[in-house]
Structure formats: structure tokens, C-alpha cells
């Protein structure tokens, strides 16, 4: 098993900066590709980025690309994403999810083995 635990989500305005940790625990970090995804109010969950086990893959959804950064240490078992230049459209749950395989196919939730219970980000005008 896999704990999940996601934090530094709340309210920003238009143009502004957060970042997302995501604390793991229970088995080697570095065993696991890592994912951000979201979800907001009445939509699908949907991809954000993906990192690979070492740190030196990722994949961005094209409507963060630019703007979000996602990283890894896995000394602190810890994946994060940095999001700036935020947007009223990225209002969402953000969740981080684990996964032993890394591929193109990152990018689909149903990949994820363990998944953690979101933070809420609200970005307004």
C-alpha cells in the first residue's frame, strides 16, 4: 500500500502562484511514477503531468504546459507542482496518484494504482 497525502491548495487570484505537495509513504517512493490530476465540479478527472520514477521524464497536459511544473525528491518522498501564471479555468480538486509503470499512457487515471484524497484549488478573477 501506498498513502497519498496532498497539501498547499486554497484560494489565489488570476495571475497568481501555489504549490502542491504530496507526501507519500509505505513503500519506496522512488518505485513509483508519479501524477497530478484534477477535478472540477460536474467534469471528469483529468490529467495535469506525470513524472517518472527519477525524476527525468515528465508529461504536461497542453493547458498547463508552460505554466505548471511538476518535480520529485524522492529523498523526502514528496512529489510537487508548482503552478503559476494560474487561471479561473484551473478551479479544481487536485489529486496526486502512483503508479509502478510509466509510459505515454500515464496520462489515464484508471493506470493509477493508489490514489490520494485531493486538495481543493480555487483561482478567482
Known amino acids: 500500500q501506498v498513502q497519498l497525502v496532498e497539501s498547499g491548495g486554497g484560494l489565489v487570484q488570476a495571475g497568481g502562484s501555489l504549490r502542491l505537495s504530496c507526501a507519500a509513504s509505505?513503500?519506496?517512493?522512488?518505485?513509483?511514477?508519479m501524477g497530478w490530476f484534477r477535478q472540477a465540479p460536474g467534469k471528469e478527472r483529468e490529467f495535469v503531468a506525470t513524472?517518472?520514477?527519477?525524476?527525468?521524464?515528465?508529461l504536461y497536459a497542453d493547458s498547463v504546459k508552460g505554466r505548471f511544473t511538476i518535480s520529485r525528491d524522492n529523498a523526502k518522498n514528496t512529489v510537487y507542482l508548482q503552478m503559476n501564471s494560474l487561471k479561473p479555468e484551473d478551479t479544481a480538486v487536485y489529486y496526486c496518484?502512483?503508479?509502478?509503470?510509466?509510459?505515454?499512457?500515464?496520462?489515464?487515471?484508471?493506470?493509477?494504482?493508489?490514489w490520494g484524497r485531493g486538495t481543493q484549488v480555487t483561482v478567482t478573477v
Open positions: 496518484a502512483a503508479d509502478r509503470s510509466f509510459s505515454r499512457g500515464s496520462v489515464y487515471p484508471g493506470v493509477y494504482e493508489y
Open positions: 509505505g513503500r519506496t517512493f522512488s518505485n513509483y511514477a
Open positions: 513524472i517518472s520514477w527519477s525524476g527525468g521524464s515528465t
